[in-house]
């Protein structure tokens, strides 16, 4: 078993105001989250369209932090260089819209970027078995993509122990991420099961208190569960 990798909360922007995002980049980072996810979605693989390049490209001269590209696209390999050139370090690039995965990811790396390989709630962990030792993190979808706001999957908790179970047996020190209905009542589960990179937007902009006692909040909890 490798050494556990460190818990990280990620705000996905999805539910931030749009007219507002450099701004809502800032209280982000000032809420103390680990990094930011956009969730680019062209309207084709998923049935939303949400941030083009240039959107994101605006908003990296606000915060210091990484920024994250999660590519809800059909076509990441014509897409990946603007997402690169916008300011993203990582992108995360869906198993289900590459033919070539393997070269696919391959190329992110050489673009300078961190690889990831997301995986919908159908598909299933032997899609990235061959490509791991390409990767820095696997995402593990808890919800169906689209859309924010969805519940939780619980289902796929054995999947990502799956997922981290294979990356140890591959000697692999990667980051395994959630993303879809984490919140207060399911964070625990997740990280239980596995996953140290926890993306949440409804939960964060839905609690009372703000964004800092949300980001700190899940942050607890998910360290409570890693330490249970
Ligand atoms: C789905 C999106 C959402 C979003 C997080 O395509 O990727 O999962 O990031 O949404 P919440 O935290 O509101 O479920």
Known sequence: MTEPRPISIVPSVLPADFSRLGEECVALAEAGVDRIQWDVMDGRFVPNLTFGPDVIASCRKHVDIPFEAHLMVLDPDE???????????????????????????????????????????????????????????????????????????????????????????????????????????????????GANVLIAGSALYRDPEGLGHAVSDLRARAEAARAS
């Open 79 to 193: 897409l990946a260089g603007r997402y690169v050139d916008a300011g993203c370090e990582i992108l995360i690039v869906h198993a289900e819209t590459a033919p070539h995965l393997h070269r696919t990811l391959a190329r992110v790396r050489e673009l300078g970027a961190s690889p990831a390989v997301a995986l919908n709630p159908a598909t299933p962990v032997a899609a990235v078995q061959h490509v791991l030792d390409l990767v820095d993190m696997v995402l593990v979808m808890t919800v169906n993509p689209g859309f924010g706001g969805q519940d939780y999957i619980a289902t796929m908790e054995p999947k990502v122990a799956e997922v981290r179970a294979l990356a140890d047996a591959q000697g692999l020190t990667l980051d395994v991420e959630v993303d879809g209905g984490i919140g207060p009542s399911t964070i625990a589960g997740a990280v239980t099961a």
